[in-house]
């Protein structure tokens, strides 16, 4: 069992931590706890670094103070590089169990029987810099170091299971072309428009995964209810040399959850760290997100090939219904990070981490990405030695004849520096025992080769398969997306090459958007497969609403302390939080605590609201703001007491299947968790496209 987060940091910081997980132990001795100790110099000796040493007490500082010049001289140098791209993130430490005995398929130690290893997870955004937003809308990377017997396993994949390119040879220029304008510096806040898509129009094979980005996936609501994906093809090797490609995916087990973009940009503004305030709070409350593992498999018949689909492109994907993925183990997120630099700042993924028993294939983005993250580790950490850093550090032995460069921090005992020698250096292992191939013989002539793609069939199948409401959305965001670049050439084309070809109604709808000259109507009627369960939709199906949080509106006078426990008791067993908030803090006079008021909060901040009566000294466009807000968005919204007279006034008609309750407290708190967990938001209540624009 591994000790709660909160026992964890008591035990942490008096230096007695002890626990049954390998990681912890091997980090507890780097744990520094300075509370209450007297300062000292970094060579030892006390000295009190509060006042400069100076000629008089209104003197000149003297030179002379060292201590006070090497405080400064630290502070200068704090800062490292921040990564060249996902320079936002945060994350945790957790375990991972493998629920079966995977040797069959593969040597993997962490897929053996009942293998429990550590784990840290760094969830981030690609594009966003370090003081951006977390809720913007771009592709979140879902990076996992298995710290297994061994060695450290790295799993370094997104939320969404395609990419916008195929051969790595690109990826600088994607890069640049998302990031600010090189002449102008913006936007710094998230992915540039004239630039990206001027890119994107000439990659029509990322036009599967620019969808996604633009659906309501692009806009989790938080790391918790994400996917991972792995989005390469990856090679299984067992004990008995065989092969067997595969895919991994994350699966979280609360589900998919969205935001809607306008909140999303609202959300952005008010708390840019709602994300890792959401993961943080949730393992600090002993809610622990939990993620399965599930693996596609697909004979390594040396083609690379499934069913039509070309394992080897990464823009593309293998839909389930076309193979269906087994679960492999389930992940656990259970305790915060000690200190952010040492941590997630410092952790190091690299796709070249693998163990034994998982390789690679000839794909050319996997390819280059197995030299990049260690290349850009040594550059953003300063040294080659960055693999020793505690976060970094496997947990089984790592003996090697790598020796020093800047910073190392082991004392190597003896004269051996080489292998193999006769003077008693390592040993080297058997060649077979980390990368092995299987049967795989390369054979080919040199060249710069396209990798080709079919650029649109997915778009449309993904296309296919969102509903009314997901398609607006998806319509929105392109027409946004365009209707920000400044050049009308590139709108164009991308309305005319990439979605005309994807669909020629979609291209209409956005072209209208942005008032752009509509595409000819097409009378063809592409008949392409829809695969909806591979599409995994947000806010679809049965949801867990497991630190989701409700606002309960109160005043002085209305919500009564009895009207309170029965809401709290239908969501306390589900792990529903709840805010109350009136027009003041603090207590009530009715009794009610006030966690929050309409200064501090904002409806973007919860899931569903319940108004329990606001009248007194609120103003009325902040209540109407507060509530009207919260339809727009979609949520559900229940009334008890005097509440409903605010409904009715503000137009809003009890209706359950548009999510607006009204009754006793004990009902409409039923109410709302049902609707919470499905559908979560009822988006049906904004308009949609006038279908004439495609007739
Ligand atoms: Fe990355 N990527 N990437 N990437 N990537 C980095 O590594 C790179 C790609 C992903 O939380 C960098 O430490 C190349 C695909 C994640 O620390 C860098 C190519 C996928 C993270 C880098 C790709 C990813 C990174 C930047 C194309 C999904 C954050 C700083 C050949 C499967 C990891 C760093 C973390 C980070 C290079 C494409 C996921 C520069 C060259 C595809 C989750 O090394």
Same mark, same amino acid.
């Not at 394992?311 to 823009?315: I, N, R």
């Not at 979560?680 to 049906?684: E, K, L, S, T």
């Given at each position: 069992m591994l000790l709660s987060t909160a026992s964890c940091f008591i035990l942490a910081f008096t230096g007695l931590a002890f626990s049954q997980s390998p990681k912890q132990d091997q980090l507890q001795p780097f744990l520094q706890d300075t509370l209450g100790q007297i300062e000292t110099t970094d060579n030892g000796a006390q000295d009190n670094t509060a006042n400069s040493l100076r000629a008089g007490p209104r003197g000149h500082v003297l030179l002379e103070d060292t201590t006070v010049r090497k405080k400064m001289i630290h502070f200068d140098r704090e800062r490292q590089p921040e990564?060249?791209?996902?320079?936002l993130g945060h994350g945790a430490y957790g375990t991972f169990e493998s629920s079966g005995d995977w040797s069959n398929i593969t040597s993997?130690?962490?897929?053996?029987?009942?293998v429990t290893s550590d784990v840290f997870v760094r969830f981030s955004v690609?594009?966003?810099?370090?003081?951006?937003?977390?809720?913007?809308r771009d592709t979140h990377g879902f990076a996992t170091k298995i710290y297994s017997q061994c060695g450290n396993q790295d799993l370094v994949g997104n939320h969404?299971?395609?990419?916008?390119?195929?051969?790595?040879?690109?990826f600088p220029d994607l890069v640049h072309a998302v990031?600010?304008?090189?002449?102008?510096?913006?936007?710094?806040?998230?992915t540039a428009h004239t630039t990206a898509y001027d890119f994107f129009t000439q990659r029509p094979e990322g036009s599967y995964q620019l969808m996604n980005v633009l659906s309501?996936?692009?806009?989790?609501?938080?790391?918790?209810h994400i996917a991972g994906a792995g989005v390469h093809t990856y090679r299984f090797i067992n004990d008995a040399g065989e092969s067997t490609l595969f895919k991994w995916y994350w699966q979280p087990q609360l589900g998919l959850r969205s935001l809607v973009y306008d909140e999303a940009t609202k959300i952005a503004g008010k708390n840019n760290n709602f994300q890792r305030v959401d993961l943080f709070n949730s393992i600090a409350a002993g809610l622990f997100p939990k993620w399965d593992l599930l693996i596609q498999l697909f004979p390594?018949?040396?083609?690379?090939?499934f069913k039509g689909i070309d394992?080897?492109?990464?823009?593309k994907v293998v839909p389930n219904e076309l193979n269906k993925p087994l679960k492999f183990g389930t992940m656990t997120l259970n305790r915060n990070p000690t200190n952010f630099f040492s941590e997630p700042e410092s952790i190091a993924f690299a796709?070249?981490?693998?163990?034994?028993g998982v390789t690679f294939v000839p794909d050319a983005l996997l390819q280059w990405r197995l030299m990049s993250y260690d290349d850009t580790h040594t550059h953003r950490l300063g040294?080659?030695?960055?693999?020793?850093l505690p976060v970094n550090r496997p947990v089984t032995p790592v003996n090697n004849n790598f020796r020093d460069g800047y910073m190392q921090p082991e004392i190597y005992v003896g004269a051996?520096?080489?292998?193999?020698?006769?003077?008693?250096g390592v040993i080297g292992a058997n060649?077979?025992?980390?990368l092995d191939y299987g049967n795989e013989t390369i054979n080919g002539a040199i060249g710069r080769y396209n990798?080709?793609?079919?650029?649109f069939t997915q778009a449309t199948s993904f296309w296919n398969s969102l509903d009314p409401y997901a398609q607006q959305h998806t319509v929105d965001a392109y027409r946004f997306e365009l209707g920000n670049v400044a050049n009308s050439t590139v709108v164009s084309t991308y309305i005319n090459e990439i979605l005309n070809s994807i669909d020629n109604c979609l291209a209409r709808r956005v072209a209208f958007g942005v008032g752009a000259p509509l595409p000819t109507i097409s009378k063809s009627n592409k008949s392409i497969p829809v695969y909806p369960s591979e599409f995994?939709?947000?806010? +679809? *199906?049965k949801l867990s609403v497991e630190g989701l949080v409700v606002g309960i509106l109160a005043d002085?006078? /209305?919500?009564s302390v009895a009207e309170l426990s029965s809401l709290q008791a239908s969501f306390a067993p589900l792990s529903v939080m709840f805010q109350v908030v009136a027009p003041? +803090? *603090?207590?009530l006079n009715t009794g009610v605590l006030a966690n929050s008021s309409y200064i501090t909060t904002? /409806?973007?901040?919860?899931?569903a609201i319940v108004i329990g009566g606001a009248e007194t000294a609120t103003p009325r466009d902040t209540l109407t703001t507060f509530v009207m807000e919260a339809f727009g968005h979609g949520k559900p919204i229940a009334a008890i007491g005097n509440g409903a007279g605010i409904l009715s006034d503000l137009g809003?008609?009890?209706?359950s299947s548009m999510g607006l309750f009204a009754g006793g407290a004990a009902d409409v708190a039923g109410q709302i968790v049902q609707a919470l967990m499905s559908p979560?938001?009822?988006?049906?209540r904004n308009p949609l496209d006038s279908p004439s624009l495609c007739k």
């Open positions: 990564r060249v791209v996902h320079a993997a130690c962490w897929l053996q029987n009942n690609v594009v966003a810099g370090m003081g951006g937003s977390e809720v913007g969404l299971p395609s990419f916008f390119i195929n051969d790595g040879a690109l990031k600010a304008e090189a002449d102008k510096g913006f936007p710094t806040g998230g309501d996936l692009g806009i989790p609501r938080d790391v918790r390594d018949d040396g083609t690379y090939m394992l080897l492109d990464p823009t796709p070249s981490n693998v163990v034994r040294s080659p030695n960055n693999y020793l051996s520096t080489s292998s193999p020698d006769g003077i008693g060649a077979a025992s980390t990798v080709i793609s079919d650029d995994k939709l947000a806010n +679809q *199906g002085d006078n /209305s919500l003041h +803090q *603090g207590l904002s /409806s973007i901040f919860y899931d809003l008609k009890v209706d979560g938001r009822f988006p049906q």
